[in-house]
C-alpha cells in the first residue's frame, strides 16, 4: 500500500510514532500508512494553506498533544 509522501520528513511521524497516545488511537494506521486516507490529514491540510509544516505536536487530526 503506498504510505503518505511526506513520512519521511514529517516532524509527527518522526518524533511521535511511538508516543503511547498515537499508539492508542491508531492515527498512523489511520492516516500515514494509506496515501488516500493521509489526504485528510490536518498536517497535510495545514501545509497546503500555509506553505508550511505546523508544530511536530499536531496530530494528523488537529488535536495537539
Ligand atoms: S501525520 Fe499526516 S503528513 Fe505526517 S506522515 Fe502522517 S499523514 Fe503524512
Avoid at 488516500?36 to 495545514?46: G, I, L, P, Q, V
Wanted: charged share 35%; aromatic share 10%.
Amino acid at each position: 500500500m503506498e504510505k503518505c509522501e511526506l513520512l519521511d520528513t514529517c516532524g509527527f511521524f518522526k518524533n511521535f510514532k511511538g508516543n503511547s497516545e498515537v499508539v492508542k488511537q491508531g492515527w498512523i494506521k489511520m492516516f500515514c500508512e494509506d496515501r488516500n486516507k493521509s489526504e485528510r490529514c490536518a498536517r497535510k491540510k495545514y501545509r497546503e494553506q500555509h506553505g508550511v509544516a505546523p508544530v511536530d505536536n499536531m496530530s494528523p487530526t488537529g488535536k495537539m498533544l
